[in-house]
């Protein structure tokens, strides 16, 4: 062996042979060669290869790649394996191509069972499964012997290796062969797809398939290329098999469709589709192709769902309008998921569930409306049957408004329990439901007005007695409303109608819980929304305050009287309060005020406190407002001569709560004679009250039994008139004989209580919105220009649009009407554009 | 978090691989060379060589049956640096200190007198013949291995002889598109053209035609002669001339 050299001349080594050899590419030594792989391919294929000894082989490929004659190894290796293909591998493969399976597959001939399809099939397939197994298997031991040919030749010649050569020949002799003359239009190929499609279909269709094997024969499809080039893209699975496989899905699952339309059940449809949907997943798994995995998906999304999504969503009877109102969760689940699948923006889903929210919600409309409707009604028709029934409608009319809200609150959270199990809390459709909502709310003209006299009724009566936990889900609830509010505007001024009242009258549950609803308020709406009711508070507790140091400095004054009065007293701040308490009188458009005449105790009893109120304020004006206050009176009624029993035989005591209006009215009649009647009028002249508040007054002492103390006569008939409301042609005297069972009365002053307006206050209150608007707007325009000095019409329209869509929605002509206002006061002025649009100027 | 190499677990497979080598236990393929088998571990064969993996999975051939591989063509000697690389990342020639591989297929012939035998001084034949049998059991380190060191082996340790066998050996067992080795005969002639006016080296040139077309191509791209154009003006070969006398 080679170690080294001899130190003589004489090399100790091997020498590279001198002798000439054996040249490359001699042919003695390739046929020798070749004869051995020849020998051991056959050997191979007859899967008798177990005594071959890999090496060898390896080496003759590799010594014959070495002499250079690798491209004739590769012709004759590959005209070995056509003439095998053709003489050993085709002729079973024949033998199973029958003209029944032709026939079957292709024509789709009538009169064959399922069964025998099926086996027909099957049998097939294993004949094309066992030949390609035994062909890949051959290929694969062959391409490793071979591996030095693809090595040194192949890969420098480019010529596809061994191994996609002769696997190619399955493609080319068997998948690619025509059916002979019969059928001259159709390869084996066609008859494999159709086999394996059909099995498929057997499978959808209930019956039991051999899984392994559809499996096998995909995945020949898998490893074979449309040509030796071997792209990705042009696997014979995805170019011949797979078009052919979504096609027939298609039509597979589009007729499926139809008899899920015809049958008309959109439960059975979503679960059907979902099942559908996970079975195709599972077949690509395993019987068909993970490949096709999305495409396959694809299929029963577009057959099942897109393209008869809106048909199975209005199905009378099990459609999406009857899963929402049934509150069926699992159906609606299966619908928001399939409907996801198909589409990101869910917009069927989204749309469907708007319209339902907007129908709903103006079902809650049309029972109110009726309900209204019958009120409305009845107090038209008994117009004069008595004031007790009228209040007794205005009642009812709130608590509809409350089961408005009610109605709206349990709407709201229903599909919020929808959106939360079913919908997967998708943003998408929490925005289209909040929309549907505002929607409804906004197109009934109510809303604002509602939502805050249903905080009216929680903040006096609703959380009593509630938790904590309780009394902030309420507050939730109304902020969640007030959201959906376009005229926060309306809202705000009806609440400071109804807070007031709350106030002044002291009908607050609790102050904290107000306070919190403010705050609460300022979160979601800003500062300068709550900012007047803040002020409605501070006004209260300086008023306190106030009170208080009055009573010392009278206290201090030393001048006890026996009938002193004590004070009570709240200042408010002009601008804070809702113009009805600040009294008619200060309306704008009431002209002259007309000052009410108080007794001349309570005169002097009012210089006292101005006396006292402005010596650390000057120039302060204080007004009376006798509609908003409240007094008590002790009232002595004498015995009644004549009577010995009952309680009109003593005198009667009573602790009279009145309001301030009716306390003057009542002072008036201590000095009547006993059968005196006073007239309205007369009333009138001697208190200056002005004639609503005087109604309300009078009828509250006099119309409601219990609280009687007036009595009443008009020119008409007595009796229908005693429970109505006192006219200005009604006398009045005092009740000698009033009777009472409690000590404390408290005669509710007659329009108090926060309730629904009736149409005419409704008028009132939109008209007043209406002005406020335009000053808002005024300010928005000006504010807006000022800043911007100069600006297109459409830009200062947008604008002010932006500016004030936290507070209301301003209409067109409105603003269009105020730039011109502003015009005319030239505080903007018009720019000449030449053709340009129409632009204005700030004038400074 | 950063992950810090210990040095002592990082190299835990080194001492490991060597005691594989040497050790039969857990040996599951068997290469038979000439008169020597040698006991190996498909873990560590395989992997690194298409061919002893075709061979070992192919279950239906013999040496997948029997988990027995003959090379009887190979040169023992050369397949036994190929095992050794495989557990040590490198091999050694003439190792004087170990004589251990070189010992375990060392001929009856040679034994008795291998203490006359000086020591080798140009293994650029050895190299070349690894880095054959390297390409054609398809072992990718080894052949870059090879590759590297018969470039070395060139320019450090001269032999004529040696380089004269060396560039038969390359033309003769590899294909000619394998151009490694090749290249850097070329260069070399190219360098040193005294070469060309040896006999050996013309006979050379008469038998292997690549070779010739590859010199022309090399000079007909460097367009002029290399700068040593007699024997003398070789540094390399007075370096030679030093070193033996």
């Not at chain 1, 009934?444 to 905080?455: D, K, T």
């Not at chain 1, 601008?575 to 002259?592: H, I």
């Not at chain 1, 206050?761 to 000006?782: G, H, L, M, P, S």
Request: hydrophobic share 35%; aromatic share 10%; glycine share 6%.
């Amino acid at each position: 062996m080679i170690t080294g050299r001899g130190g003589s001349g004489s090399r100790g080594r091997i020498r590279p042979p001198r002798r000439p050899v054996g040249r490359p590419g001699q042919p003695d030594d390739f046929e020798q060669c070749w004869d051995k792989l020849r020998e051991a391919l056959r050997d191979i294929h007859n899967k008798n290869a177990g005594d071959l000894s890999f090496e060898q082989l390896y080496r003759y490929s590799y010594k014959i790649v070495l002499k250079k004659a690798g491209n004739q190894l590769y012709d004759r290796v590959k005209d070995f394996e056509e003439q095998w293909f053709a003489e050993q591998v085709m002729p079973p493969i024949w033998a199973l191509i029958t003209k029944n399976l032709i026939s079957i597959t292709l024509d789709e001939a009538p009169g064959t069972s399922i069964a025998e399809r099926r086996s027909m099939g099957e049998k097939f397939l294993k004949g094309v499964r066992g030949s390609w197994e035994s062909h890949n298997m051959s290929m694969n031991m062959i391409a490793d012997i071979l591996m030095y040919l693809d090595r040194g030749y192949t890969q420098d010649c480019s010529r596809p290796s061994i191994y996609t050569t002769t696997i190619g020949l399955f493609r080319n002799h068997i998948l690619r062969s025509g059916l002979g003359t019969s059928e001259p239009q159709y390869h084996v190929f066609d008859i494999l797809n159709a086999t394996i499609i059909d099995q498929i279909n057997m499978e959808r269709e209930g019956d039991v398939i051999d899984k392994a094997l559809i499996r096998s024969c995909i995945s020949m499809l898998e490893c074979l290329f449309e040509t030796d080039e071997e792209q990705e893209q042009e696997r014979l699975y995805l170019t011949t098999f797979e078009p052919f496989y979504i096609r027939t899905s298609h039509v597979f699952y589009k007729s499926e469709c139809e008899r899920l339309l015809r049958e008309g059940d959109a439960s059975a449809w979503l679960r059907y589709t979902k099942r559908r949907l996970a079975e195709e997943a599972g077949r690509c798994q395993t019987t068909v192709s993970p490949l096709s995995i999305h495409k396959i998906a694809a299929v029963v999304e577009q057959e099942l769902i897109s393209k008869h999504l809106e048909e199975f969503l209005n199905l009378e009877g099990s459609g999406i309008r009857s899963m929402i109102d049934n509150d069926r969760i699992e159906d609606l689940t299966i619908l928001y998921n399939l409907v996801s699948r198909i589409d990101p923006k869910k917009t069927a889903l989204r749309n469907a569930l708007a319209v339902r929210v907007v129908e709903l919600g103006n079902e809650i409309e049309q029972t109110l409306r009726n309900t209204d409707f019958s009120i409305a009604q009845t107090s038209d028709s008994k117009e004069p049957a008595g004031s007790a029934k009228k209040m007794n409608a205005a009642a009812q009319q709130t608590a509809a408004a409350i089961k408005w809200v009610d109605d709206v609150l349990l709407l709201k959270d229903k599909f919020d329990r929808l959106w939360t199990t079913c919908f997967d809390e998708d943003l998408t459709l929490q925005t289209a439901l909040t929309k549907s909502f505002s929607d409804f709310v906004n197109s009934f003209g109510r809303g604002a007005e509602f939502v805050s006299l249903f905080i009216d009724d929680n903040l006096k009566r609703g959380i009593k007695g509630k938790t904590e936990a309780e009394v902030d889900v309420v507050l939730d609830k109304a902020i969640t409303l007030l959201r959906y509010i376009g005229e926060k505007d309306k809202f705000e001024q009806y609440y400071q109608k109804h807070l007031a009242r709350r106030l002044l009258h002291g009908k607050s549950e609790s102050q904290e819980v107000e306070q919190e609803m403010i705050s609460r308020m300022k979160r979601e709406l800003g500062n300068n929304f709550t900012q007047k009711f803040e002020g409605m508070f501070r006004d209260m507790s300086t008023s306190k305050e106030t009170t208080e140091d009055y009573r010392n400095h009278v206290r201090g004054l030393g001048a006890l009287e026996h009938n002193q009065i004590d004070l009570s007293i709240s200042v408010l701040a002009g601008n804070n309060w809702p113009k009805e308490v600040m009294g008619r009188f200060t309306g704008l458009a009431d002209g002259p005020k007309i000052k009410a005449t108080y007794p001349r105790e309570i005169q002097r009893l009012q210089e006292s406190f101005f006396e006292f109120y402005t010596k650390n304020r000057n120039g302060r004006v204080l007004t009376w407002v006798g509609s908003a206050g409240t007094a008590d009176i002790k009232c002595l009624f004498p015995k009644i001569p004549g009577k010995t029993t009952g309680p009109l035989a003593k005198d009667r005591r009573y602790d009279v709560n009145i309001s301030t209006y009716g306390m003057i009215v009542l002072l008036l009649f201590e000095n009547v004679g006993e059968d005196e009647w006073l007239t309205f009028e007369e009333i009138q002249a001697a208190t200056s009250i002005p004639q609503p508040d005087l109604i309300n007054a009078l009828t509250s002492v006099s119309s409601l039994k219990p609280y009687r103390l007036l009595t009443k006569k008009s020119g008409e008939s007595k009796e229908s008139q005693a429970n109505s409301a006192a006219k200005p042609t009604d006398q009045f005297t005092f009740n000698r004989e009033f009777v009472s069972k409690t000590i404390k009365l408290r005669v509710p002053s007659v329009n108090a209580a926060n309730k629904v307006e009736n149409d005419d206050e409704r008028k009132e209150t939109d008209q007043k919105t209406i002005e406020t608007r335009k000053y808002v707007i005024d300010a928005a325009i000006v504010r807006i220009m000022k800043q911007r000095k100069e600006l297109l019409h459409s830009q200062l329209i947008t604008e002010v649009i932006q500016v004030l869509a936290g507070r209301f929605k301003p209409d067109l002509p409105l603003i269009k009407n105020r730039i011109e206002d502003l015009l005319s006061r030239e505080y903007v002025e018009r720019v000449e554009l030449s053709d340009g649009p129409p632009a204005y100027r700030y004038v400074a | 978090m950063v992950i810090t190499m210990n040095t002592s677990s990082s190299l835990e497979l080194i001492p490991f691989l060597k005691e594989l080598y040497l050790d039969e236990k857990y040996s599951d393929l068997t290469i038979i060379c000439g008169t020597q088998s040698r006991k190996v571990h498909k873990a560590i064969v395989c992997p690194r060589s298409k061919f002893f993996a075709a061979a070992c999975d192919n279950k239906d051939f013999k040496e997948g049956r029997t988990g027995i591989i003959e090379l009887p063509d190979d040169d023992p000697r050369i397949v036994d640096l190929m095992i050794y690389y495989f557990y040590h990342l490198t091999y050694h020639i003439n190792c004087p200190k170990n004589q251990k591989q070189s010992d375990d297929y060392s001929t009856d012939d040679y034994s008795t007198d291998e203490t006359i035998i000086p020591p080798k001084t140009s293994d650029i034949l050895t190299h070349a013949k690894v880095y054959s049998l390297a390409e054609k059991y398809l072992i990718e380190g080894l052949k870059k291995l090879a590759f590297e060191r018969f470039k070395t082996a060139i320019e450090t340790n001269w032999d004529f002889q040696d380089f004269r066998d060396a560039i038969w050996e390359v033309y003769t067992s590899t294909v000619d598109a394998d151009k490694g080795l090749r290249d850097i005969i070329v260069a070399t002639l190219w360098k040193r053209p005294w070469m060309l006016g040896k006999k050996e080296i013309q006979d050379l040139l008469k038998e292997l035609g690549s070779l010739s077309f590859d010199l022309l191509m090399h000079i007909y791209r460097m367009e002029r002669w290399g700068p040593y154009t007699t024997e003398a003006d070789d540094p390399a070969v007075r370096q030679m001339r030093v070193k033996k006398y």
